[in-house]
């Protein structure tokens, strides 16, 4: 998942680190996204989206896109009105357009939608278009978990960083998907992956904390690993660069099952973005002015157990499974087999007792961002 590889790279220096509150971290993220003229509801959903990622241990998803939100902002891209509405509903089925807005709201309205049609006729289908970055893919399928029903999101993206399969040049997204299932004795299943080697998000987590990407998240144009976490970054997200190379995908090359990992990819952005009208960054970015909206396209799918069997046998069968996996002889003692969304679970608990670790450099932009709108910087 997004936070494992996080928590099992983390390094043990943080002498200079600040650990917030959640509820602190929360309430400037609410006070900037205020400050910018988002809407009262909009901002306190992008903000709870955005701090349970932060709890989640996905430090790459969460108050650390503050800086891009911003650019979003200052270019005009990013509809601080934004107002989300149905544009098409069939019951079962129904298309948002999220107006242009951050991502955040318009998706906890499209997952919420989905539930709500699984509630009443056993599987619910909500698509959004129109929209920006919406988070952690993770966040909206654990809605679904905590009603009681399976769920599935994926989402088309706008950076191209992701080089297909014998492919030279980027011209994917990380394009996530999530899917989530309820237990009753264990938390839900929750798997939350990019289908990159890695999200690119947590390079720039790497690049904050000074530290070296592990070898094979990105390759330059000539298909060679790099490891240095700010040639990563010009490769990734520096949009003068006329180089080629960028974040591989899952698997790798070919031979090591990269085809695989491409595959995904196309599914995540077909339903995504495809199927909710949304664009195609390669296809777009040839016209796109700098104050033109993503258009991204989110897919939220909620299936009640119900349909199917009995809601306590199913949670009981997937308990059961889940207790084979943890019962697995471990490689290295130390390390217990897990399965997904169980590393985040530690985290939440662990963060919200202990606060949200931040790196300086990333507690200074958030300074900066405070500075910039006059509103107090409530992270010290």
Same mark, same amino acid.
């Given at each position: 998942?997004?936070?494992?590889?996080?928590?099992?790279?983390?390094?043990?220096?943080?002498?200079?680190?600040?650990?917030?509150?959640?509820?602190?971290v929360r309430a400037q993220i609410y006070s900037l996204l205020r400050a910018w003229g988002m809407s009262e509801s909009q901002s306190t959903l992008s903000a709870?989206?955005?701090?349970?990622?932060?709890?989640?241990?996905?430090?790459?998803?969460?108050?650390?896109?503050?800086?891009?939100?911003?650019?979003?902002?200052?270019?005009?891209?990013?509809?601080?009105?934004? #107002?989300?509405?149905?544009?098409?509903?069939?019951?079962?089925?129904?298309?948002?357009?999220?107006?242009?807005?951050?991502g955040h709201a318009a998706a906890v309205m499209g997952m919420r939608m989905a539930i709500e049609r699984a509630q009443s006729f056993g599987v619910g289908m909500?698509?959004?278009?129109?929209?920006?970055?919406?988070?952690?893919?993770?966040?909206?399928?654990?809605?679904?978990?905590?009603?009681?029903?399976?769920?599935?999101?994926?989402?088309?993206?706008?950076?191209?960083?992701?080089?297909?399969?014998?492919?030279?040049?980027?011209?994917?997204?990380?394009?996530?998907?999530?899917?989530?299932?309820?237990?009753?004795?264990?938390?839900?299943?929750?798997?939350?992956?990019?289908t990159s080697s890695v999200a690119a998000n947590k390079v720039r987590v790497y690049e904050l904390r000074g530290d070296p990407i592990p070898s094979g998240w990105?390759?330059?144009?000539?298909?060679?690993?790099?490891?240095?976490?700010?040639?990563?970054?010009?490769?990734?997200?520096?949009?003068?660069?006329?180089?080629?190379?960028?974040?591989?995908?899952?698997?790798?090359?070919?031979?090591?099952?990269?085809?695989?990992?491409?595959?995904?990819?196309?599914?995540?952005?077909?339903?995504?973005?495809?199927?909710?009208?949304?664009?195609?960054?390669?296809?777009?970015?040839?016209?796109?002015?700098?104050?033109?909206?993503?258009?991204?396209?989110?897919?939220?799918?909620?299936?009640?157990?119900?349909?199917?069997?009995?809601?306590?046998?199913?949670?009981?069968?997937?308990?059961?499974?889940?207790?084979?996996?943890?019962?697995?002889?471990?490689?290295?003692?130390?390390?217990?087999?897990?399965?997904?969304?169980?590393?985040?679970?530690?985290?939440?608990?662990?963060?919200?007792?202990?606060?949200?670790?931040?790196?300086?450099?990333?507690?200074?932009?958030?300074?900066?961002?405070? #500075?910039?709108?006059?509103?107090?910087?409530?992270?010290?």
């Open positions: 998942s997004l936070a494992m590889g996080y928590l099992l790279h983390m390094k043990s220096d943080k002498q200079n680190w600040i650990s917030p509150s959640a509820e602190n709870d989206v955005m701090v349970d990622t932060d709890l989640s241990g996905v430090d790459s998803h969460g108050v650390s896109m503050l800086k891009t939100y911003n650019e979003f902002r200052i270019s005009g891209r990013l509809n601080l009105n934004a #107002e989300p509405k149905v544009i098409n509903d069939r019951g079962v089925t129904a298309l948002v357009d999220a107006d242009a807005g951050l909500v698509c959004v278009r129109n929209s920006h970055h919406f988070g952690a893919a993770g966040y909206y399928v654990r809605m679904a978990a905590e009603a009681g029903f399976v769920g599935l999101c994926t989402s088309s993206t706008r950076s191209m960083n992701t080089v297909p399969t014998r492919g030279q040049q980027a011209l994917l997204g990380t394009n996530p998907i999530a899917f989530a299932a309820p237990a009753k004795r264990h938390p839900p299943f929750v798997l939350d992956m990019a990105v390759t330059d144009e000539k298909g060679q690993p790099v490891t240095d976490s700010s040639q990563a970054m010009t490769i990734i997200f520096d949009a003068t660069k006329s180089q080629g190379g960028g974040l591989s995908p899952l698997g790798g090359t070919q031979e090591t099952g990269g085809h695989k990992g491409y595959g995904l990819a196309m599914m995540v952005h077909i339903l995504g973005g495809t199927l909710s009208g949304s664009s195609f960054s390669p296809i777009r970015v040839k016209t796109q002015r700098p104050q033109d909206p993503d258009n991204l396209g989110h897919f939220f799918c909620v299936i009640d157990p119900a349909v199917f069997r009995d809601p306590d046998d199913f949670k009981d069968d997937l308990d059961a499974v889940i207790d084979v996996l943890h019962g697995t002889p471990a490689a290295d003692p130390s390390q217990k087999v897990l399965v997904h969304g169980e590393l985040e679970e530690q985290s939440r608990q662990d963060r919200q007792a202990n606060g949200i670790p931040m790196p300086p450099a990333l507690a200074e932009q958030i300074r900066q961002l405070c #500075e910039q709108v006059k509103v107090p910087y409530l992270l010290a």
